[in-house]
């Protein structure tokens, strides 16, 4: 069975640090390009950071640039979200998902999702 599971959000006070996990069964990682997004409820869900397969290039959001890495662990098929500096407006439920060619921030090209995680940045 195909499955993306995140875990490592919770409660964080501004300036602190996470470190989100993708961990993937049923796919071969190394095969994918690795999307990670963020959701706010009443709003649209917004791309974070993406890497690729093949050259391990990343991109990132401007909103998170210098603060956010993204990484991934072929041999453990799991996807990594290090989030330092965290501010309030970081506050979000945080996906990752994997598309089978070059990716992007849109999230319309992704084939497989997670479920999840919450993140809350507050004092």
């Known amino acids: 069975q195909r499955q993306l599971v995140e875990s490592g959000g919770g409660l964080v006070q501004p300036g602190g640090s996470l470190r989100l996990s993708c961990a993937v069964s049923?796919?071969?990682?190394?095969?994918?390009?690795i999307g990670w997004f963020r959701q706010v409820p009443g709003k649209e869900r917004e791309g974070v950071s993406c890497?690729?397969?093949?050259?391990?290039?990343?991109e990132y959001a401007d909103s998170v640039k210098g603060r956010f890495t993204i990484s991934r662990d072929n041999a453990k098929n799991t996807a990594y979200l290090q989030m330092n500096n965290l501010r309030p407006e970081d506050t979000a439920i945080y996906y990752c998902?994997?598309?089978?060619?070059?990716?992007?921030?849109?999230?319309?090209?992704?084939?497989?999702w997670g479920q999840g995680t919450q993140v809350t940045v507050s004092s």
């Open positions: 890497l690729r397969s093949s050259d391990g290039r990343a």
């Open positions: 049923g796919l071969t990682l190394e095969y994918y390009a």
């Open positions: 998902a994997l598309v089978d060619g070059t990716p992007s921030l849109r999230e319309s090209l992704y084939k497989f």
